[in-house]
């Protein structure tokens, strides 16, 4: 009875934990949709820069996009080094 109880304790637990986990990710997103919107307000092509600054963010760790749509890229290492198959720049 006690091992039951146990194992309905952790199993709420785990439940808890990846919950809080889904929400902290769904923040992150929201967080780099108001960086890259700002990043991309002066760009020429508004929709790619978006969509390409967005991947971006998701897979730095750290969600950094430089401030700024003239920043300097450098500010974010992550977001810095990323480059495409052609090694060429792939964040804007």
Same mark, same amino acid.
């Given at each position: ?10 199993? /709420? ?13 769904? %923040?992150? $997103? #929201?967080? !780099? ?22 991947? /971006? ?13 003239? %920043?300097? $890229? #450098?500010? !974010?290492?992550?977001y810095a ?6 090694n060429r720049?792939?964040?804007p």
């Amino acid at each position: 009875m006690a091992g039951t109880k146990t194992t309905l304790a952790v199993m /709420c637990l785990l439940l808890l934990l990846s919950e809080v986990g889904m929400l902290m990710v769904e %923040a992150e $997103r #929201d967080d !780099c949709e108001t960086k890259c919107a700002f990043r991309c307000s002066k760009s020429w092509k508004p929709k790619m820069c978006h969509k390409t600054c967005n991947t /971006c963010c998701q897979r730095c760790n750290d969600g950094c996009v430089p401030p700024g749509p003239t %920043a300097n $890229r #450098d500010v !974010c290492p992550c977001y810095a080094q990323m480059k495409t198959h052609g090694n060429r720049y792939k964040c804007p």
